[in-house]
Structure formats: C-alpha cells, structure tokens
C-alpha cells in the first residue's frame, strides 16, 4: 500500500506564493493520475488540481491561472506551486493518488492559512 508524504504548508501573507511537495512511497508506472485536493473548515472536500500519466491536467476555477501542478515520475513525486494566494485558499490541502488499478490513497493534509 502506498503512503503519501506531503510537505510545503504553511502560514503566508495574502498575494504570496507556496509548494507543495507530495511523495509516493510506491507507484512508478502504476500511477495513473496524481494531485491535490483541499478542505476548508466547514466544507467539502474539493478538488484542486489533477496531473495524468500523459501529463495532462485539470485544475479548479478556483485555482486556475495561480497555480501549476507538475509530476517528478522517477521520484513518484506531484508539486502543486501556488501563487496569489487569497485568505479564501485556506484550507487542509490533501495529496491524492490513483493507480491504473483504481486503487486510491490519500495524504494525511497540511494546513496552508493565508492571511490577509
């Protein structure tokens, strides 16, 4: 079973930027897509970005243009670069995977708070 690193949280000022890193222990080529999701307090999880094994990808309305999700597949590894970061991008953002198996995993989350 694959587990899930994430790093880069963390507390910026509203405009500012972050990466997020997020490590598979395991996957390689059995990856079929990779990305995050996020959680507001009193929210649904929502999706946040997605990169694909022919390296598409999808993104939020929300985050679309601010951000850029990008792969590292040697180091099974998904980055999630986030810019003009506004208060309302606070939430837990959650590392996802999915296997060719649908098999899906989730990080444990890190907190990034903007502030305003």
């Known amino acids: 079973q694959a587990r899930l690193v994430e790093s880069g949280g963390g507390l910026v000022q509203a405009g500012g930027s972050l990466t997020l890193s997020c490590a598979a222990s395991?996957?390689?080529?059995?990856?079929?897509?990779m990305g995050w999701f996020r959680q507001a307090p009193g929210k649904q999880r929502e999706l946040v970005a997605l990169?694909?094994?022919?390296?598409?990808?999808n993104y939020s309305d929300s985050v679309k243009g601010r951000s850029t999700i990008s792969r590292n597949t040697a180091k099974n590894t998904v980055y999630l670069q986030m810019n003009s970061l506004k208060p309302e991008d606070t939430a837990v953002y959650y590392c996802?995977?999915?296997?060719?198996?649908?098999?899906?995993?989730w990080g444990q989350g890190t907190q990034v708070t903007v502030t305003s």
């Open positions: 996802y995977v999915r296997t060719t198996w649908a098999q899906e995993y």
């Open positions: 395991e996957g390689g080529a059995n990856i079929n897509r």
């Open positions: 990169i694909f094994g022919g390296e598409s990808t």
